[in-house]
């Protein structure tokens, strides 16, 4: 993966802000302009009146009535393959941007993430049924390798002209009792988009050929979301001091293996790790539900029992050293991200030039979300981080204003009560003591 050190206006970008959290609104804006390509009148999308428009959105979907806002936060302190980035998560959830920010400050002393990506591989699958001798029909389809790639590659020349296109076949047979399918594949380098209309375009266009040469009839001829041609892989190395010492490390890593052997913990395992994931590909636009699908089809191993997509081990020097590896299918060109205003936004502030890159920054802030969830949950426990977060959305819910909302929160921490009724009461102690 290739990744320049500078962005293109040659600003250099030092994502390690000192108590970011606490500047306002204005100043954290003031600040992402002048530390990326975004100008100010750039990041006034991210307002909800210059955002997306209704017109806009009619043009996106079907039957529109309005748009829906989701908080968007920058992450901070993520360097990854030596170069900085600020990283906006488009999520609802508190303490997701902030546990992000806080595990990269962790991995940054120790050389930040190392990423690096296969070729942007998308397949499509062509489904043949009633296919009178199978493994014949695929031996033939193999023989007609040459024959069925150049005319998919017909369907997309501007494609191929920038070294992509249709790069392989492969054939499988499926079987079950009350069928047996031919299944071809199209192994096809997307480039820098996402894919699914230039894999699906050609799928339909090679089909009838297809059946011709296999013997049956076509039914699906449609990409996969398992993308695992396309795997996307990120590394990190987690100060023990940093974390909390040998204890909270030794229980970190009891927590991941039980997730890598239990389906049960491995869900919400994978859930936090999706967390940070989900968040930056809402934010770039791209499509969430194609990248969740292929992350939770990756979680099923090799016995067939879904696992954790993440690993934690411990080094020599006795910290811990994380690993991810997932297809990324995500693109900078076509779809959302190129129609989105406050996805536009989102790719000019990180700067990035491929759609590996945006891979690998993706990836870099699901094993930090993930990094930090499973040391929580092996140190303080839940309720002292994510639920301290919370307890400032119950806060706004029972009707804080921003002056009060600090003093509510430390009340209903101190209480241990963190729910809207018990922050009613302590809002109107407060109200009544001024």
């Known amino acids: 993966m290739s990744m320049n050190n500078r962005s293109k206006n040659n600003r250099s970008v030092n994502s390690r802000i000192a108590d970011f959290r606490s500047y306002d609104v204005a100043a954290r804006r003031a600040e992402i302009v002048r530390q990326t390509d975004l100008t100010e009148a750039d990041i006034a999308v991210y307002d909800a009146a210059d955002g997306l428009t209704i017109d806009q959105a009619d043009r996106m979907v079907e039957n529109v009535l309005g748009v829906i806002g989701i908080p968007v936060g920058v992450a901070t302190n993520f360097t990854i393959n030596g170069k900085d980035y600020l990283i906006p998560l488009a999520t609802e959830e508190p303490s997701v941007v902030a546990a992000a920010s806080n595990a990269a400050r962790i991995a940054r002393g120790l050389g930040g993430f190392h990423a690096s990506s296969t070729q942007p591989i998308m397949q499509a699958q ?258 002292r981080g994510h639920m301290g977060l919370h307890a400032r959305n119950i806060a706004a819910t029972a009707g804080a204003q921003k002056s009060e909302i600090d003093a509510v929160v430390a009340r209903l921490i101190a209480d241990k009560s963190i729910r809207v009724e018990h922050a009613e009461k302590v809002l109107a102690e407060i109200r009544g003591g001024n």
Do not use: W
Not at 158 to 176: N, P, Q, T, W, Y
Not at 225 to 233: E, H, M, P
Not at 356 to 375: F, Y
């Open 126 to 383: 062509i489904q043949l049924v009633d296919v009178m001798d199978p493994e014949a029909a695929r031996i033939r389809l193999l023989e007609a390798r040459e024959e069925i790639m150049a005319l998919a590659n017909e369907q997309d020349p501007k494609l191929v002209s920038v070294g992509g296109g249709v790069k392989d076949i492969s054939v499988r047979v499926v079987s079950s009792d009350q069928a047996t399918y031919v299944v071809l594949h199209l192994h096809v380098d997307v480039r820098d988009a996402m894919g699914a209309n230039a894999v699906n375009t050609m799928a339909e266009a090679i089909a009838d050929r297809v059946s011709e040469i296999g013997g049956g009839h076509v039914v699906l001829r449609i990409l996969t979301n398992k993308a695992d041609l396309r795997l996307t892989r990120v590394r990190a190395v987690f100060d023990a001091e940093l974390i909390g010492g040998a204890e909270v490390v030794d229980n970190l890593i009891h927590a991941a293996r039980l997730a890598e052997l239990d389906p049960y913990r491995a869900a919400t395992h994978n859930k936090g790790i999706m967390n940070g994931i989900s968040a930056v590909v809402l934010a770039t636009g791209n499509d969430t539900r194609a990248v969740e699908a292929g992350c939770h089809s990756h979680a099923v191993n090799a016995d067939g029992i879904y696992s954790s997509l993440s690993h934690f081990e411990k080094n020599a020097d006795g910290n811990i050293v994380g690993t991810l590896e997932l297809p990324m299918p995500v693109g900078l060109v076509g779809g959302a991200t190129k129609v989105h205003p406050v996805a536009q936004a989102a790719i000019k502030m990180l700067g990035v030039e491929s759609a590996e890159e945006l891979a690998g920054i993706i990836l870099a802030v699901g094993l930090a979300q993930n990094l930090a969830a499973v040391r929580v949950l092996a140190g303080e426990g839940v309720q």
